[in-house]
């Protein structure tokens, strides 16, 4: 008689291991009958197999309280990693990143409006560039932003490193009058251009520090840091994985009332921002904001916090059909993104489940339903990486930033403001011609007075 011994183990997932199979016979049988046998065997062991293989693909999401909207937990830093991503690049990019030297005025970095030290924004309502110039939406999170299939909130660059082109040159962020403004105070520092060398040195013919220190090389390493700013194992992750008290209960209702309202038709996926599986691929998830412009409730949001003052999406692509589309923004570490929304005004994350739930769902929870969801967003914060002031490269004594900048970008400026045809434009009525204006009528009146007066004395 055949005698099989197999078990099934949920001590981490379902698995099927045989520990013990051996066949006993008591009589002597025909090599055969033996064959037919060993097939049972063999079918027993495929059929039970097949089982346990079923109940993996179901995961552990069967057994768990409540349903999950997603069973995909964090994808993590391996899945967004390029091939060419190295140490070597990546603590480039850092450098860049963090270096403030590279706007006009020396104080505004990359890390400026995205600090990594916090949740990877900067916690104002609008970000406040050079010459405390404030552009006209909030600042979205780096973390976790290399999952985005586009990245602004209009979805205006396709990857990280067209992404970290704009800034560069923007006169509300780092204000540089070109992009060769900026790559010439790096090519000044020798420590810069050996990092360059060392990186990128294979892709260029000649030791040139023009060819190296390139926009394209520049960005290219900023977004190899970016890539790396990551938060998996979140409570939420450890929830997916078994661990059926990484969640209180709070925060489990608040899981279910986020579906029943029906934020995952958007806030999709492992990422919750129904995008993360096609990264930097320029195919881009949009909704409009606000859906329910009609809604009572929502018409008050509006008005409140300007959600209808930005055209969107139809900003880069002036289509009618995207007036106020934004990317969906990712829900991960949301707790720590505050003030909310592209326009940057409301408050907290209470606030903004109101609004949403107004203006994109046409629902009006509870307090207490506000309150859950709240708590199981939190849920969604993840394990930031360390992370560490880089020390710049810089030669003793010396600056990257003259001391006649201003000057000197003032100057572009001006011939970049010139009309073509050589005159300037006047948009309204130039401060000088209102004061000739007024020194005219003040001298004429004067003149009248005088006169006046002589033929009085006559």
């Known amino acids: 008689m055949w005698v099989i011994k197999a078990r099934l183990s949920n001590l981490s997932g379902v698995t099927l291991y045989v520990y013990n199979a051996r066949c006993k016979s008591g009589v002597r049988m025909g090599r055969r009958r033996q064959g037919l046998l060993l097939l049972l065997c063999v079918s027993v062991l495929v059929v039970v197999a097949s089982g346990a293989v079923l109940a993996q693909e179901d995961n552990e999401t069967d057994e768990l309280p409540v349903e999950p909207p997603t069973d995909e937990p964090h994808p993590g830093y391996e899945y967004i990693q390029q091939e060419a991503d190295t140490e070597e690049k990546i603590e480039l990019g850092e450098q860049l990143y963090f270096d403030p030297r590279i706007s006009e005025t020396g104080t505004i970095s990359c890390n400026t409006c995205h600090n990594v030290m916090e949740g990877g ?25 290399g999952f ?25 962020e780092m204000g540089m009058p070109d992009h060769e403004a900026a790559l010439d105070r790096i090519r000044a520092v020798d420590d810069y251009v050996d990092s360059y060398e060392e990186v990128y040195g294979d892709e260029v013919e000649y030791d040139d520090p023009e060819e190296l220190v390139n926009l394209e090389h520049t960005t290219d390493a900023i977004a190899a840091y970016e ?8 409570p939420f992750d450890q929830y997916l994985e078994g661990d059926t008290d990484a969640l209180d209960d709070q925060q489990l209702d608040g899981m279910e009332t986020f579906m029943e309202l029906g934020c995952q038709s958007c806030h999709s996926g492992p990422m919750f921002s129904g995008q993360w599986d096609e990264p930097e691929s320029g195919e881009g998830v949009y909704q409009p904001h606000p859906t329910f412009d009609d809604n009572p409730q929502c018409e008050e949001y509006i008005e409140e916090y300007d959600l209808m003052d930005n055209p969107g999406r139809m900003g880069v692509t ?141």
């Open 121 to 145: 924004d900067d916690s104002r309502p609008v970000a406040m560039g050079v010459h405390g110039e404030t552009g006209p939406v909030s600042s979205p999170t780096v973390w976790n932003s």
């Open 318 to 458: 002036d289509d009618e059909a995207d007036e106020f589309m934004y990317k969906v923004p990712t829900l991960r570490n949301v707790e720590h993104t505050a003030p909310y929304m592209h326009t940057g005004q409301v408050p907290d994350l209470e606030e903004s489940i109101r609004v949403m739930s107004a203006c994109n769902l046409d629902e009006d929870p509870s307090d207490e339903e506000v309150e859950d969801v709240a708590a199981f967003l939190t849920s969604l914060t993840g394990e930031y990486p360390d992370q560490e002031m880089p020390r710049l490269p810089n030669p003793s004594g010396e600056s990257m930033i003259p001391m006649d900048a201003d000057a000197e970008f003032e100057d572009i400026e001006e011939a970049q403001d010139d009309d073509p045809n050589g005159e300037d434009g006047d948009d309204g009525i130039p401060g000088m011609t209102l004061g000739a204006a007024a020194l005219g009528l003040a001298i004429a009146t004067a003149i009248a007075l005088i006169g006046y007066s002589r033929r009085l004395n006559q």
């Open 227 to 234: 890539r790396t700013l990551v938060t998996p194992d979140s």
């Open 148 to 172: 985005h299939h586009t990245q602004f909130w209009d979805g205006r660059a396709d990857t990280l490193a067209e992404q970290a082109e704009g800034p560069i040159v923007a006169d509300v």
